[in-house]
């Protein structure tokens, strides 16, 4: 059995709503098998929930962290002085208390468990917890999906998920990055952010500002993708990102694309080029300029890896407009592109939509976006024989080792193929990144050998 109990001492100040605060957490504590500690002395790390109501509130609040700091040393600050700020714009608590562990605002029970969980993890208990802090995966152990959202605000006329999920909720930005923390410890060396729309994460909670680490960071995807890629520096691994909406605020992640943990990929669901076919699809961010938007994004990041998705043969497309949508493809040179037949979903608007497109007229078209294509990525691939490629091994056997690049999201893209070193001492491992010499490619996939 476990050994003993990890023990929080608990500071309650303020107003009833305040005292409600402490009671859920000390439940959540309880429940979660912490006990309580009656003394600084017993205690292995302190909760202060605070008031910030008036002035001698603020200080008696800032006494009582002072006074936890200095008989413990492990504080954990919540509740309404925790999201106060001077007249600087400036953090108070952590001004005047730089060394607290976390701080977060009130009514935040899910933000203080998660700081709880991080400075003071639980021992594994294996008869009580039947589960792993990461949860239950289906993936291999070396990488994992990171789920931020659930549901989409948008209405695209082929589409039917909103109907079946709802509308955006954003999980909180804590939650988030707790759940990559516990998936980097548990040994994942790639995380696969996805959602409906990882360009709206957070709208509906207006970016509300969340704490990690006893920073504040607002729930807003420039942010997470920021401290993810912070984070992933530590365990020396690779954030990816899914279904990246063109909204003119994307550009700021290309930037953070260059240093080696936010991998230079961007799944971006286009569907169409042509305005007009955008509009019946009511597709979001149909106005940008998108050939320019990839251009300069490979203007910052020459690396980048575009992976989009079109439909062909939407409801009235045109022959012109699908012509458009070939020359588009021809001018963007996208790397990796999934093109479907339009399908008519049951339920979905554009089913209504006149002047639906035969079927094999339809298959017609994407046939030849996938040829379009297939020279297009046979090109693409060509340039990269000669150049040193790291790769993250998915699979080893005795003729090497199935890998992927920054280039190859699992399931959807290419793959590296790794001959097997020529030093037998030199054995590849399933979840090793290896630099590769890229020495073959065909259409969608390459081959090379360890250096
Ligand atoms: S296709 Fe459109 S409506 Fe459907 S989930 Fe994506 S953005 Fe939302």
């Not at 955008?278 to 990839?294: D, H, Q, T």
């Amino acid at each position: 059995m476990s050994a003993t109990p990890p023990k929080v001492g608990f500071v309650s100040l303020g107003c009833p709503k305040a005292l409600v605060d402490s009671e859920q957490i000390l439940t959540q504590l309880r429940a979660e098998g912490y006990e309580t500690a009656k003394s600084y002395d017993g205690a292995d790390l302190v909760i202060v929930n605070t008031c910030g109501f008036i002035d001698s509130a603020v200080q008696e609040s800032l006494d009582a962290i002072g006074e936890a700091l200095n008989e413990n040393g492990k504080v954990i600050v919540t509740g309404c002085l925790g999201s106060k700020k001077d007249a600087a714009g400036e953090d108070i608590v952590q001004k005047v208390h730089p060394k607290v562990l976390a701080v977060t605002g009130p009514h935040a029970l899910g933000e203080v468990m998660n700081a709880v969980h991080l400075h003071l993890p639980k021992p594994h208990e294996p008869f009580l917890d039947l589960l792993p802090p990461q949860g239950v995966k289906l993936t291999p152990k070396h990488y994992a999906y990171l789920k931020i959202s659930e549901g989409c605000n948008h209405r695209c006329s082929f589409c039917i998920i909103p109907s079946m999920r709802g509308d955006l909720v954003s999980r909180p930005i804590a939650d988030v990055m707790l759940e990559a923390e516990n998936l980097f410890t548990s040994g994942v060396k790639e995380l696969l952010v996805i959602s409906q729309d990882t360009s709206a994460y957070g709208v509906d909670i207006k970016f509300r500002t969340g704490f990690w680490n006893g920073k504040p960071v607002r729930t807003h995807m420039t942010e997470l993708v920021a401290s993810l890629g912070e984070l992933a520096k530590n365990y020396d691994a690779w954030v990816r990102l899914h279904y990246v909406y063109p909204y003119p605020h994307v550009d700021d992640i290309i930037p953070l694309m260059n240093g080696g943990h936010v991998l230079p990929y961007l799944d971006v669901p286009l569907q169409h080029s042509h305005p007009d076919v955008l509009k019946r699809m009511k597709r979001p961010a149909n106005g940008e300029k998108n050939i320019e938007r990839i251009q300069a994004w490979r203007k910052i990041c020459p690396d980048i890896t575009i992976r989009s998705t079109f439909i062909a043969g939407f409801p009235g497309e045109t022959e012109e407009e699908f012509q458009h949508l070939l020359a588009f493809l021809q001018e963007a040179q996208i790397d990796r592109l999934g093109c479907f037949a339009y399908s008519p979903v049951e339920g979905a608007a554009a089913n209504a939509l006149a002047a639906a497109i035969p079927d094999d007229l339809r298959e017609e078209r994407r046939g030849r976006v996938m040829q379009l294509q297939e020279k297009i990525s046979r090109d693409r691939l060509q340039a990269k024989i000669g150049k040193t490629q790291r790769v993250l091994i998915d699979s080893v056997d005795r003729n090497g080792a199935v890998a992927r690049s920054s280039a190859d999201a699992p399931e959807i893209d290419g793959v590296v193929y790794v001959k097997r070193p020529y030093d037998p001492a030199r054995q590849l491992k399933v979840g090793e990144f290896v630099d590769v010499t890229v020495t073959a490619a065909d259409a969608h996939d390459l081959w090379g050998s360890v250096d």
